[in-house]
């Protein structure tokens, strides 16, 4: 399915369009979804009953004249490749991909090149699927997806509930809150980093973990956890602490440059 509508906006000396494109692929149970947004603009990513994939993206252009509007629209988008049968990529083009624009657009104006633009993704995915996320400056939101996800992200502020599979998770700056919504992990370990910004981690009651927390350089941890018991002959400081959580069970690690890193109860 793909449709578009288009939205103009007068902002000083740049006009800006809006458009909308949603595709839908056929797709199974524990496949792989990888999806690389734009330089600007948010992702968001939930999943569903469906056997099937769903993109929607809202799509932003500025140029200074309708007829530039029409030019950048036309190269800036998403395209969505089968690598595998069990593999979907979702990848954001416009002017700031050289190749694409050598293939599709070699006689594009020099001048738009430089005109800015964004496009923020919703896409449902079945719920045990597997992830690879890129992004560089946006929000990111993740809900009920249960695989091996990984995630690299410049600059967001990121909310991700989570409930099972396996985490890897870097991302450069920003705000990052992290909600763990059942006491028994279903999954492997999770390993979530942040080099400088807040990372708000969020556990439910009698949760069964193991904890490493940790602050690199300035900042500190803020626990808020009070049935936390240190493991490994160990104590907790405000930059570490290995700590067990109810039976204990599979390993959580909050790594965290610089900034707050806090531990509290979700109340659920």
């Not at 792989?32 to 056997?51: C, D, F, R």
């Amino acid at each position: 399915m793909l449709f578009s509508v288009s939205v103009f906006a007068q902002t000083k000396s740049l006009m800006k369009r809006t458009t909308y494109k949603t595709e839908t692929a056929e797709f199974g149970q524990g496949g792989t979804i990888s999806i690389v947004g734009a330089p600007l603009g948010s992702i968001s990513v939930e999943g569903w009953q469906k056997n099937e994939v769903e993109i929607t993206a809202e799509i932003e252009v500025e140029g200074e004249t309708e007829a530039d509007l029409s030019q950048l629209a036309a190269v800036t988008t998403f395209v969505v490749s089968e690598v595998t049968m069990g593999r979907v990529s979702v990848i954001s083009v416009g002017t700031h991909d050289k190749e694409f624009m050598k293939r599709n657009a070699k006689k594009f104006p020099k001048k738009l090149l430089s005109m800015p633009f964004r496009i923020d993704y919703k896409i449902k995915v079945p719920i045990f699927s597997d992830l690879e996320i890129t992004g560089n400056r946006g929000d990111l939101n993740l809900s009920s997806v249960e695989g091996a996800i990984k995630i690299s992200f410049a600059e967001t502020n990121a909310n991700l509930k989570l409930s099972g599979g396996m985490i890897l998770a870097t991302f450069g700056k920003g705000d990052v809150t992290v909600e763990l919504l059942t006491r028994s992990w279903r999954g492997r370990n999770a390993d979530i980093q942040l080099a400088s910004g807040n990372l708000n981690v969020l556990f439910p009651l009698n949760f069964n973990a193991e904890i490493d927390a940790s602050v690199l350089r300035t900042g500190k941890i803020e626990n808020a956890l009070t049935t936390l018991k240190p493991r490994e002959r160990s104590q907790f400081t405000d930059k570490l602490m290995y700590a067990k959580s109810g039976n204990g069970g599979v390993r959580f690690n909050f790594l965290l440059g610089d900034g707050i890193l806090k531990l509290a109860g979700s109340g659920k």
